[in-house]
């Protein structure tokens, strides 16, 4: 059964500048590629995502063609780091567009995002990872996201430290195993509700 995942990384930095988040998201999607998943990662701060909760919000609007990958994937994967405590900025306005799901329906009344596994990928020099992954599955299952069992991966460094996850020579083997587990577990739902879906309104 073939799957697709796409991972989007909400780092403050363009693509010119290294970002722990595309290395620990990279990281997770190769353990995905092992399973057999074609993967791409792109960063949201390289569109222009323009604030709001529609699908379209108009004229120079980049969203309806990163929501045309979110939809053709089988697994997201949202990444983000932790600053001051939260998710950044870029990631709360990507959950903001992806609310448009609540009111866009497919044929059986269900949310058009329904089916689609997601997962959670943070990191940052502080602690909160925790706090993070959690206000990541809420909003994410809200808008119809199914979450698989240890569907996030996470690091955090020393509070108020300078090390970066990107600097770490080796991260070690508990982050090896936790992206692993990650991509069997996000595959295994997957596959599970591409082969049956949920019901729908009129079942």
Request: charged share 20%; with cysteine.
């Given at each position: 059964m073939?799957?697709?995942?796409l991972?989007i990384?909400?780092?403050l930095?363009?693509?010119?500048?290294?970002?722990?988040?595309?290395?620990l998201l990279?990281?997770?999607m190769q353990?995905?590629?092992r399973l057999?998943?074609?993967?791409e990662?792109?960063?949201?701060?390289d569109?222009?995502?323009?604030?709001?909760v529609?699908s379209d919000?108009?004229?120079?609007?980049?969203?309806p063609m990163?929501r045309?990958?979110?939809l053709?994937?089988?697994?997201?994967?949202?990444?983000?780091?932790i600053?001051?405590?939260?998710?950044?900025?870029?990631?709360q306005?990507?959950?903001e567009r992806?609310d448009a799901?609540?009111?866009?329906?497919?044929?059986?009344?269900r949310?058009?995002?329904?089916?689609?596994v997601?997962?959670a990928?943070?990191?940052?020099?502080?602690d909160?990872a925790?706090?993070?992954v959690?206000?990541?599955?809420?909003?994410?299952n809200?808008?119809?996201f199914?979450?698989?069992?240890?569907g996030?991966?996470y690091w955090?460094?020393?509070a108020?430290?300078s090390t970066d996850?990107k600097d770490?020579?080796d991260?070690g083997?508990?982050i090896a195993?936790?992206?692993?587990?990650?991509?069997r577990?996000?595959v295994h739902l997957?596959?599970?509700?591409?082969?049956s879906?949920?019901?729908g309104?009129s079942?």
């Amino acid at each position: 059964m073939a799957l697709s995942a796409l991972a989007i990384n909400c780092t403050l930095k363009a693509s010119a500048q290294p970002s722990s988040c595309e290395l620990l998201l990279s990281q997770a999607m190769q353990e995905l590629s092992r399973l057999g998943v074609t993967c791409e990662q792109i960063r949201a701060v390289d569109f222009n995502i323009k604030p709001g909760v529609t699908s379209d919000e108009g004229k120079g609007d980049d969203w309806p063609m990163i929501r045309d990958k979110v939809l053709a994937a089988d697994i997201l994967i949202l990444g983000t780091p932790i600053w001051l405590g939260h998710p950044s900025s870029v990631c709360q306005r990507v959950l903001e567009r992806l609310d448009a799901f609540i009111g866009e329906l497919d044929d059986e009344q269900r949310m058009v995002s329904y089916g689609r596994v997601a997962c959670a990928a943070v990191v940052g020099n502080e602690d909160g990872a925790h706090h993070v992954v959690a206000e990541l599955f809420q909003g994410l299952n809200d808008v119809g996201f199914s979450i698989p069992a240890n569907g996030c991966t996470y690091w955090v460094g020393q509070a108020m430290g300078s090390t970066d996850y990107k600097d770490l020579e080796d991260p070690g083997e508990k982050i090896a195993k936790t992206n692993a587990m990650l991509a069997r577990n996000a595959v295994h739902l997957a596959r599970l509700l591409k082969g049956s879906g949920y019901p729908g309104a009129s079942q």
